[in-house]
């Protein structure tokens, strides 16, 4: 280990500052584009001990658990709350323009929708029993150490409210010292708890369990490997008016504002479209809010957030039909000969894109497409070649939903 006094160039991907070293780059958390700083190096690695020059975009964080010197360490939830909220922003589009750019696509791209503290429904917590306590946190940036919080200002109140309810039931649950991760949903019933990385399981902590949890309010679902071990009450969401409920541990926006956001300008490039595919569709987010402009075919390869589709559709008056569809869209495209009916189609894919779904699409004649991508470089990899293919980007809008990450979703409108 070396140190040494460096200036910050720029951001990574990653959000961290990156300098020019001798012998190539060097990634330094917490610092930003001109910062002088002191720090202690290992390879490409810096850790930042001090700051001989400050950034004017430089901000207070709003967290005593962030940076290399918060609270029992530095928390790795968020990377980006030392940078102000202008910059940040502009940071994040510009993410997504570079992103385009290096498939050779210029179109206009909005402002970022804004993300804003207390916003975030879907939390994942590592947990963790030691001796004395129980931890539950974040884990520290490239490690399994974890920073038990104490505060969380990304998380919504109604999580953070209930944070020694969600450590009860953990150490009611914990059968050794390893770690485990908590996945905690607030729903419109109560916080739906999926808990995965517990291997052995014990009739006893199962009946541990469920009397800790139906001690406790607000708590609507525990469940662990995707399996229920109870649900006091059935977790419900709202998605535009039509009420799900999700199975354990699945797909959701991780907050209702970026999710509702998504929807609107999906539902307006829809406009009154007759016959709508919704491809990746998890549990209905935008299914079953098209479902009242008209027809919507549904495909997810999950079979359990496409039964609670199913289900809401045919419990909900006042929607178009809704037909269901289980297939792997990554193995076997919707192809041009099934696309001919639809007059728009939605995709919204994991971060490893729709390649070969936009592959297809190019060989169709449907007039609009929308796509909704977590992942800019796998989404300009799909937006060229549906430009290639004959297709006219019309609407760029980034959204923040990860707030201080440098994770942006997108949705971009297409027309043929």
């Given at each position: 280990?070396s140190t040494e006094?460096?200036?910050i160039q ?14 190539g ?10 910062e002088s700083?002191?720090?202690a190096r290992?390879?490409s690695h810096?850790t930042?001990?001090?700051i001989?020059?400050?950034?004017p975009?430089?901000?207070e964080?709003?967290?005593r658990h962030?940076?290399?010197h918060?609270v029992?360490?530095a ?9 102000a909220d202008?910059?940040y922003?502009a940071f ?5 323009v ?8 210029t179109?206009?791209?909005d402002?970022i929708?804004a ?7 879907r939390v994942v917590?590592?947990?963790?029993k030691?001796?004395?306590?129980m931890?539950i946190?974040?884990?520290?940036a490239?490690?399994?150490h974890?920073?038990?919080?104490e ?10 409210a209930?944070?020694?309810a969600i ?5 009611a649950m914990a059968?050794n ?8 949903l607030?729903?419109q019933t109560?916080l739906d708890?999926a ?12 009946r ?17 490997n995707?399996e229920?071990l ?7 969401i709202?998605?535009g ?6 199975p354990p541990?699945?797909f959701t926006q991780?907050?209702?504002?970026a ?6 300008l999906v539902?307006?490039h829809v406009?009154?479209a ?5 491809l ?6 935008f299914?079953l809010?098209l ?8 495909v997810e ?8 589709l199913?289900?809401a559709?045919r419990n909900t008056?006042?929607?178009k039909p809704v037909?269901v ?11 041009a000969q099934e ?12 971060r ?6 936009s592959?297809e699409l190019?060989r169709?004649?449907?007039k ?9 470089l796998t989404?300009a990899?799909?937006?060229?070649i549906?430009v ?6 019309t609407?760029v809008?980034?959204i ?5 990450t ?6 971009v409108m297409?027309?043929k």
């Amino acid at each position: 280990m070396s140190t040494e006094t460096v200036t910050i160039q720029k951001l990574g991907a990653q959000g961290d500052g990156i300098a020019q070293g001798t012998d190539g780059p060097i990634y330094v958390p917490f610092t930003l584009p001109g910062e002088s700083v002191a720090i202690a190096r290992v390879k490409s690695h810096g850790t930042l001990m001090s700051i001989a020059s400050a950034s004017p975009d430089r901000q207070e964080p709003h967290c005593r658990h962030f940076g290399p010197h918060g609270v029992n360490g530095a928390c790795g939830g968020c990377t980006l709350q030392h940078y102000a909220d202008a910059p940040y922003r502009a940071f994040k589009r510009q993410f997504v323009v570079d992103a385009l750019g290096s498939k050779g696509l210029t179109p206009d791209v909005d402002d970022i929708v804004a993300a804003h503290p207390g916003e975030r429904r879907r939390v994942v917590f590592a947990a963790r029993k030691t001796e004395k306590d129980m931890l539950i946190g974040f884990n520290q940036a490239e490690s399994h150490h974890i920073v038990a919080i104490e505060e969380c200002p990304i998380a919504s109140a109604g999580i953070m409210a209930r944070l020694p309810a969600i450590k009860t039931i953990a150490a009611a649950m914990a059968v050794n010292a390893e770690a485990f991760r908590i996945s905690v949903l607030e729903t419109q019933t109560g916080l739906d708890l999926a808990v995965d990385g517990i291997k052995s399981f014990s009739d006893k902590q199962r009946r541990s369990t469920i009397e800790t949890v139906l001690s406790l309010r607000g708590i609507a679902r525990v469940s662990l490997n995707g399996e229920i071990l109870v649900e006091p009450v059935k977790p419900m969401i709202d998605f535009g008016g039509v009420q799900v409920a999700p199975p354990p541990g699945a797909f959701t926006q991780a907050t209702k504002q970026a999710e509702d956001a998504m929807a609107e300008l999906v539902a307006a490039h829809v406009g009154k479209a007759k016959r709508i595919a919704d491809l990746f569709a998890g549990s209905g987010t935008f299914s079953l809010r098209l479902a009242r402009i008209g027809r919507v075919h549904a495909v997810e390869s999950e079979d359990k957030p496409l039964a609670a589709l199913d289900h809401a559709a045919r419990n909900t008056q006042g929607l178009k039909p809704v037909s269901v569809e289980r297939r792997d869209l990554f193995r076997r495209p919707l192809m041009a000969q099934e696309l001919k009916v639809y007059d728009a189609v939605i995709f919204d894919p994991p971060r490893a894109g729709a390649e070969f779904q936009s592959k297809e699409l190019t060989r169709s004649q449907v007039k609009k497409i929308v796509a909704v991508s977590c992942n800019p470089l796998t989404l300009a990899r799909d937006l060229a070649i549906l430009v290639e293919g004959g297709y006219r980007i019309t609407r760029v809008t980034p959204i923040d939903q990860f707030l201080w990450t440098s994770h942006v979703e997108v949705v971009v409108m297409l027309e043929k």
